[in-house]
């Protein structure tokens, strides 16, 4: 197994999981009605738990253990799509990323059940309920306010259109894209969107809203190679406040 | 702008001054409630779990989930209802079964599939009973009342119409499935009651 390769993918898998989960956490309190807060807030622990576990396999494959790699590094080592960092804005945007970017969780997830890298296929079952749920989640809002008001309408369009460069910055591809495929580790990132594209535009076409053309759209890339945009390293900053003060900490 | 220890609430910008008083709020400002019941195995009877706020059924069904099928609480199936839309029964105390005050008697009429509930104590949650046919909510207490046997009192019954519960698909069980290892969302080793004994001496 090219371990490189693996590494590279579970760091950004990882990453994606931890940045947003701590963002879409930014809405406990301030979710938009009492039981909506706790299912938000509850689906982006899930999404901290996940990266948890994703660290977990790294640190058997010889990487630093979890807490450390989630609090120790700088904004340009992580691996993360620029899309999971972005701030949340009003509801309308979490709700447009959260649906663009649990579609490909839940399919990057179900192609990773069929990983031969064993542990990170068991993972994969294992949290194959939870990612069901999130995009089950995610699809039944979208249909509902994407054919709601007037009001409701405009805004998630608004931030569909924002939102689609980076959600195909999503699946830039790995410098070690084709050791991945051909050892049977992942099927690959255009593997990913073609299928996670059929889903968005099954679920966009039950709506009033306009899918934006991808084909004409600029993906933002650079997140996967540590580029990243000014909002990431505040975030990280905010993120390992306590470990800073303390890095014994502990619940 | 208003200082808070929370750096969200610091993002949010807010004014230090109000405008007083506040726009006064809709008087309806509020979606329908819906009731969810939940069923912790396959074959076990579904059993009332609490109320979730929303604008359709669908959606108080994604609220149902996470509000009361997670944390230690086995589900296997989940189900929602609007809460209009279910008749209650009288209450009794809880000496005397509630059935023995209904009057008349069942017509046999089975043009309509009813679910039956049954509360068999102030505070205790309803736990379905089965399914009766009938031509109407009334006549489904009565036709309820024929079917099922009672060794104990029963203090309140809740019946719904089969049509309007809104069930979880078999092949959606594995939503519950999640990861065993949750430690990381519990505060369990956090230990605070000292410092709150304290806090409550020194308050007298």
């Known amino acids: 197994m090219n371990q490189n390769a693996i590494k590279d993918l579970l760091y950004k898998m990882a990453d994606d999981q931890l940045i947003l989960g701590h963002k879409n956490s930014e809405w406990t309190g301030f979710g938009p009605l009492l039981e909506e807060d706790i299912a938000f807030s509850s689906m982006a622990q899930d999404k901290v738990g996940q990266s948890w576990q994703l660290y977990k396999i790294l640190n058997e494959l010889g990487e630093s253990d979890p807490d450390t790699v989630a609090f120790m590094r700088n904004a340009e080592q992580f691996h993360n799509s620029q899309f999971v960092e972005l701030p949340n804005g009003e509801y309308d945007f979490s709700l447009i990323r959260h649906f663009l970017f649990d579609t490909a969780e839940l399919i990057r997830f179900q192609m990773l059940a069929e990983s031969s890298f064993e542990t990170l296929a068991n993972l994969a079952k294992k949290i194959k309920g939870e990612t069901k749920y999130h995009s089950m989640h995610a699809n039944i809002w979208i249909k509902q306010l994407g054919s709601a008001t007037e009001e409701s309408i405009s805004r998630l369009q608004d931030s569909l259109d924002k939102s689609m460069p980076y959600a195909l910055g999503m699946f830039e591809v790995s410098e070690f894209e084709q050791d991945l495929i051909n050892e049977g580790l992942f099927a690959g990132e255009e593997a990913l969107k073609a299928q996670w594209k059929t889903k968005v535009t099954e679920v966009i076409s039950e709506t009033s809203l306009i899918l934006p053309d991808m084909e004409s759209i600029t993906p933002v890339y650079g997140g996967r190679y540590g580029k990243h945009t000014e909002h990431l390293q505040p975030l990280l900053t905010e993120m390992s406040e306590v470990f800073n003060v303390d890095p014994t900490a502990d619940w | ?204």
């Open chain 2, 1 to 204: 702008m208003l200082k808070s220890l929370d750096p969200r609430v610091n993002r949010l910008s807010i004014p230090d001054d109000f405008e007083a008083p506040m726009a006064a709020k809709e008087q309806l400002d509020q979606f329908e409630t819906y009731q969810s019941f939940i069923q912790t195995k396959e074959g076990k009877p579904f059993e009332h779990a609490g109320t979730v706020h929303a604008p359709n059924e669908e959606m108080a069904f994604l609220f149902a989930k996470e509000q009361f099928s997670r944390r230690g609480t086995f589900c296997h199936a989940l189900c929602v209802v609007k809460t209009e839309l279910i008749l209650v029964s009288e209450f009794t105390d809880n000496g005397q079964d509630v059935y023995d005050t209904f009057k008349g008697s069942y017509s046999g009429d089975t043009s309509a599939s009813f679910e039956v509930f049954h509360s068999v104590k102030r505070g205790k949650h309803h736990k379905h009973i089965g399914t009766v046919e009938a031509k109407d909510f009334e006549d489904a207490l009565l036709a309820s009342k024929e079917t099922y046997p009672r060794d104990k009192p029963v203090f309140n019954v809740w019946i719904a119409k089969s049509e309007d519960i809104l069930m979880s698909d078999e092949e959606d069980a594995d939503i519950w499935n999640t990861l065993k290892e949750k430690k990381y969302r519990d505060a369990i080793d956090y230990k605070a009651a000292d410092r709150i004994k304290a806090f409550k001496a020194e308050q007298g």
